[in-house]
T-cell receptor
Framework: AQSVTQLDSQVPVFEEAPVELRCNYSSSVSVYLFWYVQYPNQGLQLLLKYLSGSTLVKGINGFEAEFNKSQTSFHLRKPSVHISDTAEYFCAVTYTGTASKLTFGTGTRLQVTL | GAVVSQHPSRVICKSGTSVKIECRSLDFQATTMFWYRQFPKQSLMLMATSNEGSKATYEQGVEKDKFLINHASLTLSTLTVTSAHPEDSSFYIC??????????FGPGTRLLVL
């Protein structure tokens, strides 16, 4: 079955420290990969996406992610976080042949403190 | 660009009544929209795929007679929760697809059924 795994349910980090949020997906021939951020009581905002081409993708708010096909991973990184980055982060994958349905991970709560 | 709105943002209703939630793509046309449900501190669960001019496709376990979806135009999809009960209380989020892969999400609707 197709699945997306976000191993860390919570990631506490100090402000200005780097952070990596991990995402692994079940192997497939072709996938599209997404990271979304959700602030409390709000919808999801697209951070970045990988459709094809360069495996290192840059998104909004200083985030970037790297697609690693051999490890079936798409980890999200930011070199220096800010208090305002505190939110829930969801990794999502579209598998070919699924009519562009998104399969979501369970989410990672990023908690940035001073 | 790619802005999706939802109305209302919050609704409280009595058990047994019906509630309609609107999802609009404000600056683009969307032939395909999606409806999700999100329980507290959980990921998004896809309820149905809404296609303009045709019947919605429901995910397994979602009652089509309870969650009526109408996608009457290229910018509007509606979800009607019929005869709502307290267990239908949840956060409902829609998304609209741009191109063939990317979904942009609305801000969500908080439904509370008393």
């Amino acid at each position: 079955a197709q699945s997306v795994t976000q191993l860390d349910s919570q990631v506490p980090v100090f402000e200005e420290a780097p952070v990596e949020l991990r995402c692994n997906y079940s192997s497939s021939v072709s996938v599209y990969l997404f990271w979304y951020v959700q602030y409390p009581n709000q919808g999801l905002q697209l951070l970045l996406k990988y459709l094809s081409g360069s495996t290192l993708v840059k998104g909004i708010n200083g985030f970037e992610a790297e697609f690693n096909k051999s490890q079936t991973s798409f980890h999200l990184r930011k070199p220096s976080v800010h208090i305002s980055d505190t939110a829930e982060y969801f990794c999502a994958v579209t598998y070919t042949g699924t009519a562009s349905k998104l399969t979501f991970g369970t989410g990672t709560r990023l908690q940035v403190t001073l | 660009g790619a802005v999706v709105s939802q109305h209302p943002s919050r609704v409280i209703c009595k058990s047994g009544t019906s509630v309609k939630i609107e999802c609009r793509s404000l600056d683009f046309q969307a032939t395909t929209m999606f409806w999700y449900r999100q329980f507290p501190k959980q990921s998004l669960m896809l309820m149905a795929t809404s296609n303009e001019g045709s019947k919605a496709t429901y995910e397994q376990g979602v009652e089509k007679d309870k969650f009526l979806i109408n996608h009457a135009s290229l910018t509007l999809s509606t979800l009607t929760v019929t005869s709502a009960h307290p267990e239908d209380s949840s956060f409902y989020i829609c998304s609209a697809r741009v191109g063939t892969e990317t979904q942009y999400f609305g801000p969500g609707t908080r439904l509370l059924v008393l």
